[in-house]
């Protein structure tokens, strides 16, 4: 692996695509695990509790690293190991989160925001100590849509936002021996597009008759597929259903916005100071700053506003991303 100039996150960019070429595994690539690496590093946010997110990569220490919602993921973190060695400078906590949002590019995907500045802790205490209890908050797929809004709700996701950020899962699969469902959603899933909205939709889904989780499935192009009852519970519910059909309908809009939630997703908690740096300090509910993104429309700023982090972004540009998807969303 190439030793990269510190600070420079195209190079680093071009690294992990080197590595996403995995023949043997899976579906040949380590995309869709590197996604569901930052999501899951990032999903234990708390707004009530202001804890959990992506700062400080605590995945890599017990009770999270053998959290059984985190299982497989160590393949992820194996795989960008050899990265991470070569560029001691880069934290754990930005470079899973660079992987995953460089993963959903390189497969197709919109680009997304990104902002480096995460520090990692340095032992299993110190992440405890910061946290606290941030186990059991990451979405349970044999349950239904209130639980799916409960979760999300806790991060401060609207159900627009919820229903984007799901279209993920046109990546991957599931495994038998790491969550127990079995199979891929779409019939390619390396390839970042609107399928899954588009197959929700279709009348093909019947429960699946086998001895593992209560799961549907479809028989598409000679290709077996699933759904989650999270994923069905997206077209079951009246309020998530029109955002299951309009990304369905438009891929530009489900990109616009998938882009704009996941870049939120990999910033909660990362509470930057004026250089851009992102310490691990213990915050109460009250003294942390939940981002802005959930404000009404008029108020409220840019979340990356006052982190001296102009300039870094990868996001591009024209005012805040993030509050533009909210005023849309007539929140
Ligand atoms: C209700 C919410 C969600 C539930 C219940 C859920 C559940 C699951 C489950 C059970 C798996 C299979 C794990 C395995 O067996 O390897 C999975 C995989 C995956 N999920 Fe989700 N997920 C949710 C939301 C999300 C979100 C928000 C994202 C990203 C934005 C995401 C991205 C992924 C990806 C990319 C995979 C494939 C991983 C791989 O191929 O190894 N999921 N999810």
């Not at 234990?44 to 509790?49: D, I």
């Given at each position: 692996m190439t030793s990269v100039k510190e600070g420079d996150y195209n190079a680093l960019r071009e690294e992990i695509k080197k590595v996403l070429k995995q023949p043997g595994y899976d579906d040949g690539s380590a995309g869709p695990v590197f996604v569901r690496l930052a999501w899951h590093a990032s999903g234990?946010?708390?707004?009530?509790?202001h804890n959990g997110g992506s700062n400080g990569a605590g995945m890599r220490f017990p009770p999270e690293s053998v959290d059984p919602a985190n299982a497989g993921l160590h393949h992820a973190i194996s795989f960008l190991i050899p990265i991470q060695a070569a560029n001691p400078w880069i934290s754990h906590a930005d470079l899973w989160t660079l992987a995953g949002t460089t993963a959903i590019q390189a497969m197709g995907g919109p680009q997304i925001p990104w902002e480096a500045g995460r520090s990692d802790y340095d032992s299993a205490e110190a992440a405890e100590e910061h946290r606290g209890v941030v186990g059991d908050r990451l979405p349970d797929g044999a349950l239904g849509a209130s639980h799916v809004r409960e979760v999300f709700t806790r991060m401060g996701f609207s159900d627009r936002e919820i229903v984007a950020l799901s279209g993920a899962h046109a990546l991957g699969r599931c495994h038998r021996d790491r969550s127990g469902f079995d199979g891929p959603w779409v019939v390619n899933p390396t390839r970042f597009s609107n399928q899954y909205f588009k197959l929700l939709l279709r009348p093909i889904w019947r429960p699946r008759e086998w001895d593992g989780p209560f799961q549907y499935e479809a028989t598409v192009a000679g290709t077996k597929l699933m759904m989650l009852p999270t994923d069905m519970a997206l077209v079951e519910d009246p309020q998530f259903k029109p955002w299951v059909e309009k990304y369905a309908a438009d891929q530009d809009l489900f990109f616009k916005d998938f882009s704009m939630a996941f870049g939120k997703l990999i910033e909660l908690g990362v509470d930057r100071d004026d250089t851009g740096f992102a310490k691990l300090v213990k915050k109460s509910a009250e003294e942390g700053k939940p981002l802005d993104q959930t404000q009404k429309p008029g108020g409220g700023s840019c979340p990356f506003a006052g982190t001296g982090a102009k300039g870094r972004s990868a996001g591009g540009a024209g005012g805040c991303p993030f509050l533009a998807m909210n005023r849309e969303a007539k929140l």
């Open positions: 234990n946010f708390s707004l009530v509790e």
